[in-house]
């Protein structure tokens, strides 16, 4: 068997040179801007070919122009200079994928980044994979239960769908994901998990690691992360990456949940990509092209014919409340709905901090049980109803108001105390009909 592989490999090297597929191209550097180095004479290859930076580092081609291409540093080991022979590859960039990172912390190359090392078993994957067509996606029809009842009863999130969680920094968003990825191991779902990091610090990564390490959900978790110590380019690619493995999961015919924290620290390391790139800036200095780099991600979640589907949980910083700026509306509009956060729900101790006057989700009824769906739809609107009167009468007296207008108070306050959550807290779909069932009727 084993002379049959090693002849093997011979004959195709020798074809491989009768064709002439093993000659590589050789350029040399002339301009390097940090990350972004310029290389001419590098007259055959293609876009996002991986090249080598000759002992020193590795990149892939970012864009072809006339007489020179610019390439993008993942790696390197030395600083490069004007001058430095670059070779081409013939090859895709491409990111390491291995199953047994399953309860592990791996990188774009396939390196734990608990010990350092490389895992053993592992194979090659396109970093990004065509779309899946419309044809083989069916109806998002399927819960995905996060256990948070103002989740699960009034804005629920279904098998397949990308639902948007945004709000200011400390409101609770990636408590919210892992609330949602630790009650999977509590349902006993056959669900794989893959919390993608972006830009985060180490230290973050480790009390994510060591919180889903103490409720046993790393067995079906992975997480795959490039921190801020990472160049601009490899924390540009790591959502696609995430997205790859978990393709690779649904072609298994799993159900995967993917939660990308977050994606406005991707978009600011693109734009500066982009900005040392010389391309021409837009809006807010972001390049024309930043809404189709969000599109074409989030478009590969799905309810897959095969029975598997991709769920999506794209996370989004903003500041000061402002859920209206260029990057959160861009990607509010890709996705099904969004969970918003507010910071002043969450300072007077409302956790989790969902702002439920301009949360929404787009399949809504759709996704949840009958019973769930009816009892849902009649809490939803006995809380806004209350809300929206709660910001007129919130400073008057009780005792002056009618008896139908005080009791309508005391309900919505209630059904409002009702919704308070601790973390890792999960309810189960019997506990949420038990404790919301006492104020379906509505006044």
Request: aromatic letters at 6%; one cysteine or more.
């Amino acid at each position: 068997m084993a002379k049959t592989h090693i002849d093997q490999l011979v004959n195709e090297k020798i074809k491989e040179i009768k064709e002439e597929k093993n000659i590589f191209d050789t350029g040399k550097v002339i301009r390097v801007q940090d990350y972004i180095i310029e290389v001419s004479g590098l007259e055959n290859v293609a876009f996002f070919e991986k090249v080598i930076i000759w002992g020193k580092g590795m990149g892939y081609v970012n864009e072809i122009r006339e007489n020179s291409v610019i390439v993008a540093v993942v790696k390197q080991y030395q600083p490069i200079q004007i001058g430095d022979e670059v070779k081409s590859s013939n090859e895709t960039f491409k990111a390491i994928f291995a199953e047994e990172a399953m309860g592990r912390v791996t990188d774009l190359f396939g390196v734990d980044q608990l010990t350092g090392r490389a895992f053993e078993k592992f194979r090659y994957i396109e970093i990004e994979n065509p779309t899946i067509s419309i044809m083989d996606r069916t109806q998002v029809n399927r819960p995905l239960k996060t256990g948070i009842s103002g989740i699960d009863l009034i804005y629920p999130i279904g098998k397949g769908q990308r639902q948007l969680i945004i709000g200011d920094k400390r409101t609770g968003k990636t408590q919210i994901a892992l609330d949602a990825i630790v009650n999977q191991g509590k349902l006993k779902e056959d669900m794989v998990c893959i919390y993608i990091a972006v830009g985060k610090t180490k230290k973050e990564i480790k009390t994510i690691y060591n919180e889903l390490l103490k409720r046993n959900s790393l067995s079906y978790t992975t997480m795959v992360v490039a921190t801020n110590d990472d160049k601009p380019p490899v924390l540009s690619l790591i959502p696609y990456v995430g997205l790859s493995i978990a393709e690779e999961y649904l072609k298994q015919k799993k159900d995967v949940l993917v939660v990308i924290d977050d994606l406005k620290k991707h978009a600011d390391a693109y734009r500066e990509i982009s900005l040392i790139s010389n391309k021409a800036p837009g809006r807010e200095a972001y390049p024309a092209d930043i809404f189709y780099l969000h599109s074409r991600l989030l478009e590969k979640g799905c309810q897959h014919k095969n029975g598997g589907s991709i769920t999506i949980l794209p996370i989004v910083e903003t500041k000061g409340g402002d859920i209206t700026d260029y990057i959160s509306t861009n990607i509010i509009s890709i996705t099904d709905g969004q969970i918003v956060l507010s910071d002043k729900q969450f300072s007077k101790g409302k956790k989790p901090a969902i702002d439920y006057g301009i949360s929404v989700s787009r399949l809504g009824g759709a996704v949840q049980t009958t019973e769930i769906k009816k009892l849902g739809a009649s809490i939803r609107r006995q809380l806004l109803s209350y809300l929206e009167t709660k910001e007129v009468y919130e400073l008057a007296n009780m005792d002056e108001m009618s008896e139908e207008l005080r009791n309508k108070m005391k309900k919505g306050q209630a059904i409002e105390a009702s919704l308070i959550q601790q973390k890792f807290s999960p309810k189960s779909a019997e506990e949420i009909l038990e404790i919301f069932g006492q104020f379906e009727k509505e006044v």
